[in-house]
């Protein structure tokens, strides 16, 4: 089922948490939605499977807006809270069954259906301990599989690896990736480098604002206005070349690595800049040891859109 975000806008007070963002994920899509504590992810997450409603906007799902019918849309939606609220005194495979059962599964599905969400999260050891009695990192495997035991056709992740070990990481971002196959899947995450490795495309937002929506690779092309070069040139005074560096055309901004091996940071806006520093070494007969583009991090883009 796709989602698709039609201007949406949500205020509490004077202040906008969502201010007029549209956007559209599509069946088999995994959106990595990113911004900053207070920029409205979890606002918009929380109006996309109607537990609150927008002042403005519209959202529909599987192309049927989701005040239509919210009941019905409900049943094609599996959320997983920050919070992750549980049932601290029931057992794991009594609180699944318990789920399976309000989200509508047909009874003689509901063991299978139980079994099945506790192989894939990786439960079995843990399922008739008491949901008190686990560690958060289990706990949060237990709101994982509530969040799929009805087998819905949209998946909405609020910090879904909060609280996992690595080895549980990487477990719980193949399930997810497995799932995104042939459902529509939110993630949610502070966490970059999982967002890279887990999501198809990345929204991200800023005060209620989309600040960037594209994938790794286009948002990196993207800021490549500000790339960053490593360079080392040999047979030079260090304060001359510095001098010569900044010269140079599209360079921003030249900084000193180790002044004691002439390696410096480049900072570079479009342009040929390593065409130029070549030429430059040329004239000076300098040499050119050392010429490394910094791939523009994820993190760093992250930044530059929502420190603002």
């Given amino acids: 089922m796709d989602i698709v975000i039609e201007n949406l806008t949500k205020r509490y ?13 599509a069946t088999g899509e995994i959106l990595g939605f990113l911004g900053p504590n207070g920029a409205g992810k979890t606002t918009t997450m929380k109006m996309i499977t109607n537990y609150i409603a927008p002042d403005e906007g519209n959202i529909f799902i599987g192309g049927k807006p989701v005040t239509e019918n919210p009941h019905e849309i409900r049943k094609h939606i599996g959320y997983l809270s920050e919070n992750n609220p549980l049932y601290q005194e029931m057992p794991v495979i009594d609180y699944l069954s318990f789920c ?4 509508g599964v047909e009874k003689n599905k509901i063991p299978g259906r139980v079994i099945e969400m506790i192989r894939l999260t990786g439960l079995n050891r843990e399922k008739h301990k008491k949901i008190g009695e686990l560690s958060k990192g289990y706990q949060q495997r237990v709101g994982l599989a509530q969040a799929i035991i009805h087998n819905p056709k949209i998946l909405i992740l609020d910090e879904p690896t909060s609280g996992l070990d690595p080895n549980q990481i990487v477990e719980i971002r193949k399930l997810i990736r497995e799932l995104g196959r042939e459902k529509t899947v ?23 604002k989309i600040v960037a ?9 993207q800021a490549r206005g500000s790339e960053i070069l490593r360079v080392r040139i040999e047979d030079g005074q260090p304060d001359q070349i510095y001098k010569a560096l900044q010269s140079v055309r599209s360079v921003s901004i030249v900084e000193f690595a180790d002044r ?47 420190m603002n």
């Fill in 100 to 103: 399976a059962e309000i989200q």
């Fill in 13 to 25: 007070g004077p202040q906008k948490a969502v201010d007029n963002i549209s956007m559209r994920v």
């Fill in 186 to 208: 939110i993630l949610s995450t502070h966490i970059l480098p999982e967002v890279e490795a887990t999501c198809d495309r990345i929204f991200i937002i800023n005060k209620g």
């Fill in 260 to 306: 004691n091996l002439n390696r410096f940071d480049i900072h570079c806006s479009a342009g040929d800049v390593k065409r130029e520093i070549f030429k430059l070494c040329v004239e000076k007969q300098w040499v050119l040891t050392e010429l490394t583009p910094y791939e523009t991090k994820l993190e760093d883009i992250f930044r530059d859109l929502t």
């Fill in 213 to 221: 929506d594209g994938t790794a690779d286009s948002l990196r092309k």
